[in-house]
């Protein structure tokens, strides 16, 4: 009963919205992992959307004010990640957050041991336990941060993370996936990237993953749907856990595309 009224709201949001084609086509455009959807998965990304952009508050602070296309833009990446799961991944909160540039924040936060931290170091994005996510502006924009960086995959899958408790690197997964395999998979990949990191290699991966576990579950879902080949290449159980838990197969849509 609840479940066909919630498909029944959910149909009717969709339905009633005014998503504008071409301004959707646009969004899509500037976003280059996205243009290898199927037509299916293009609809899917689009109601999903839709839903995204009715049930969460995207506003600009610091001055920033949004036009009809930023949030759009949020959107579709925040929504890429839950393209074959469920809006419901992204339930219980609501703020979106876009400050003009890297922003400084002012919020504390107590550690494990009680201690209060206020760190004042800039951020380009920040997810908060059950709270707002946090963006600027500048790091949203396409292409801001280079091939494979992308602050609203990261921020978003720091909500993923977060919906068993704090950031670990380790989301809920799905039925039929083995924690035991996750947890195997992502040790020994976060031990060698971090040895990689700390002999000073160059890494296609943003070095930043080594700065925790949770980090690195963030850093290498970016790099999973931007550059999954990379990520099959370097870390091939890692991409087979995150295919299990995204349910998709980004590497698939790059070789039709390369194939072209
Ligand atoms: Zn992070």
Redesign the pocket.
């Known amino acids: 009963m609840f479940e066909a009224f919630r498909r029944w709201r959910r149909r009717r949001i969709i339905e009633r919205a005014g998503l504008d084609p071409a301004l959707w086509q646009q969004t899509l455009a500037q976003l280059p992992f996205l243009r290898d959807l199927t037509p299916a998965e293009n609809e899917r990304l689009r109601q999903t959307v839709i839903l995204f952009l009715h049930d969460k508050s995207i506003h600009g602070a610091g001055g920033l004010v949004l036009d009809a296309a930023m949030p759009l833009l949020i959107a579709a990446q925040a929504c890429i990640l839950i393209l074959n799961l469920d809006i419901d991944y992204y339930a219980g909160w609501v703020e979106v957050i876009v400050y003009p540039d890297e922003f400084v924040p002012t919020m504390e936060y107590v550690d494990e041991d009680g201690i209060v931290h206020t760190d004042h170091a800039p951020r380009a994005g920040e997810a908060w336990l059950q709270g707002p996510l946090i963006l600027s502006w500048a790091d949203v924009a396409p292409r801001a941060g280079g091939e494979g960086v992308n602050v609203v995959i990261?921020e978003f899958a720091?909500k993923l993370d977060m919906l068993n408790g704090d950031a670990n690197g380790f989301p809920p997964l799905h039925a039929g996936m083995n924690r035991r395999d996750w947890v195997g998979a992502f040790e020994a990949a976060y031990s060698d990237f971090c040895r990689r990191v700390e002999a000073d290699e160059e890494t296609r991966i943003d070095p930043y993953a080594a700065e925790s576990p949770a980090?690195f579950f963030?850093v290498l879902s970016e790099a999973f749907f931007e550059i999954p080949a990379v990520v099959h290449a370097d870390y091939p159980e890692i991409y087979a856990q995150l295919q299990q838990f995204y349910k998709q197969h980004p590497l698939a849509r790059n070789s039709i595309r390369s194939r072209d």
Do not use: G, W
């Open positions: 990261h720091h980090e963030a």
